[in-house]
């Protein structure tokens, strides 16, 4: 059991909440996923074609950069891949930021986001994932911090660069591995090199 708790964290049998903000009230007849950005073919999903998309079942433990984790949690959803796949990932792109609702970003490498246990995920042990978990759609990322595995997801943008999203840019890490236990950068990024960073970016897409 221990070799599958990484350094600092403690097991739960609960599944705590933590967001930042209020948790919004999702429209799914109004809701899209959105692929933009370095892709041959940008995507804008309904909800209704999300769900009739191919899903798969991940088994995984999850791990949050506030100290605790929780294992065997089954999930459904629609693969990240099969995502990735359809929007068509243009060889430049390196590097995703994802989109949420409220505006709340996080960023992550293309080799972290293009791999086969990654989900869109619509399903917790069964049940469909509440508000307070992420529903009715939330990204599940494993292998990294959960506060990778967006809340209420709404999209990626395929860059050439790697921006910063919400937490980053408040002196989370970049990564967020927690057998590395990256959980800090440092420093918290400044406003002046995240614009730099986000000007890089749209002169790519």
């Not at 739960?12 to 967001?19: A, E, G, N, S």
């Not at 370095?38 to 079942?57: D, F, G, S």
Request: neutral net charge; charged residues 20%.
């Amino acid at each position: 059991m221990t070799d599958r708790l990484p350094p600092g964290q403690v097991l739960t049998t609960k599944w705590p909440v933590l967001h930042y903000g209020n948790v919004p009230k999702v429209d799914t007849a109004t809701w899209t996923f959105d692929v933009t950005g370095l892709v041959e073919r940008p995507l804008a999903l309904t909800y209704q074609e999300l769900l009739a998309l191919p899903r798969k079942t991940v088994i995984c433990d999850m791990h949050c950069v506030t100290r605790w984790s929780r294992l065997d949690n089954t999930f459904e959803g629609v693969p990240v891949q099969l995502v990735l796949e359809r929007a068509g990932v243009k060889p430049p792109a390196q590097y995703c930021l994802v989109a949420a609702e409220q505006g709340f970003t996080t960023n992550l490498p293309l080799a972290d986001l293009d791999r086969p246990e990654n989900l869109i995920a619509l399903t917790w042990n069964g049940e469909p994932l509440t508000p307070e978990h992420g529903g009715p759609a939330r990204l599940l990322v494993p292998h990294l911090y959960l506060w990778k595995s967006a809340k209420w997801v709404r999209g990626f943008t395929l860059l050439d660069a790697d921006v910063p999203g919400f937490w980053e840019q408040n002196g989370y890490h970049m990564r967020g591995d927690p057998w590395k236990e990256e959980r800090y950068g440092g420093r918290a990024i400044t406003q002046h090199e995240i614009n730099r960073l986000r000007n890089l970016s749209k002169k790519s897409v």
